[in-house]
């Protein structure tokens, strides 16, 4: 099969090439998935780029990339929830990525039953952005009636998490262009700061959830909007004091870590407030879940833009640019 294989960390157009490699094969308790659309996130750039080698390092060269929506092929032994050919959309795991690929075996429990109101493309810009928010605002007890800042509502991330909130009963600020504000409006939106018009910072604050997907200063920044007692989810800022623990990690790494989050949680300290962050989880029974709110109109797939499956290079160089509206789709099929 093709598959698009990183051969070394840096650059993206030299080091991510269209390869043919072996089938895969559905082992125990797996399913074999030929693949129809595949998305991106920012994190295929980060690790293509060696962003990420201090906390999640792969032996190179690999397949890459974390969403996918397709057709089940076959099922392995054990494996029971699916059937050849029913349509699924799926997450894969940090040790198990690898949808820029025409097929992939992964365990069934991180595959769901993809609805028929949506397209393969649709399916498959949900789940990582879908799990990201679920687990995130399961993690702080997220609840109807508090407020929420979103940064970046028009991105990826951003466009899922507008909706979902509104969808628990949160009251949403977001952040974004002007260009952009009626579009995130649109999403459900109660207040919208244009960042090339206003500062956020000087919009008044006292969120109970302030939802970090900018990383760098608006990781640190967050703690002078959210109100005591409030937490801030971050996507991009450094890793949390207990990362090193839940990873086994060494004396070097965790010394690393400490350092990385010192800003961050003398900020977090001062404020009163929780700092967040987590590796998304892979989960068919939260996949479900997010399923169930298309179906019933309470989610709208956003896509910005479809690529080719062999212009890979070029989605990713594109997504990284940070101004795609929604979600980046690779159409394999």
């Not at 604050?205 to 005591?228: E, H, N, P, S, W």
């Not at 965790?254 to 987590?278: N, P, Q, T």
């Not at 892979?282 to 062999?310: C, H, T, W």
Request: proline letters at 4%; charged letters at 25%.
């Amino acid at each position: 099969m093709r598959a698009f294989l990183l051969n070394g960390y840096g650059a993206i157009a030299e080091h991510v090439k269209l390869a043919e490699i072996a089938d895969p094969v559905a082992g125990p308790g797996e399913v074999l998935i030929d693949i129809h659309a595949a998305s991106l996130n920012p994190i295929d750039f980060k690790i293509a780029r060696g962003d990420l080698k201090r906390v999640s390092k792969y032996q190179l060269p690999r397949t890459f990339g974390f969403d996918a929506s397709g057709v089940v092929l076959s099922a392995g032994a054990g494996a029971t929830r699916f059937k050849p050919g029913d349509a699924v959309f799926l997450r894969a795991s940090r040790e198990t990525i690898g949808t820029f690929a025409e097929k992939i075996a992964l365990p069934e429990g991180f595959v769901a039953a993809k609805r028929a109101r949506i397209s393969h493309a649709e399916a498959a810009s949900l789940p990582l952005v879908g799990l990201t928010t679920l687990q995130g605002f399961e993690k702080v007890g997220a609840r109807a009636g508090q407020r929420i800042l979103i940064h970046a509502g028009a991105g990826g991330i951003g466009t899922f998490a507008i909706q979902y909130a509104k969808h628990v009963g949160l009251h949403v600020t977001t952040t974004t262009s002007s260009k952009n504000a009626d579009f995130v409006k649109s999403l459900g939106a109660d207040r919208v700061i244009a960042y090339d018009r206003e500062n956020y910072l000087e919009q008044g604050g006292g969120y109970d959830i302030v939802y970090d997907t900018l990383g760098g200063d608006f990781t640190v920044d967050a703690f002078k909007v959210v109100k005591r007692g409030g937490a801030v989810i971050s996507l991009s800022g450094p890793p949390d004091r207990d990362f090193a623990r839940r990873m086994g990690a060494g004396l070097v790494v965790k010394i690393a870590v400490w350092l990385m989050s010192r800003k961050v949680y003398a900020a977090s300290e001062a404020a009163g407030a929780s700092y967040c962050w987590f590796f998304t989880e892979p989960s068919g029974d939260q996949l479900r879940e997010i399923a169930a709110l298309v179906d019933a109109g309470k989610i709208k797939p956003v896509i910005d833009r479809e690529f080719a499956f062999d212009q890979l290079p070029d989605a990713l160089a594109y997504l990284e640019k940070g101004r795609a509206r929604g979600k980046v789709v690779l159409k394999v099929k």
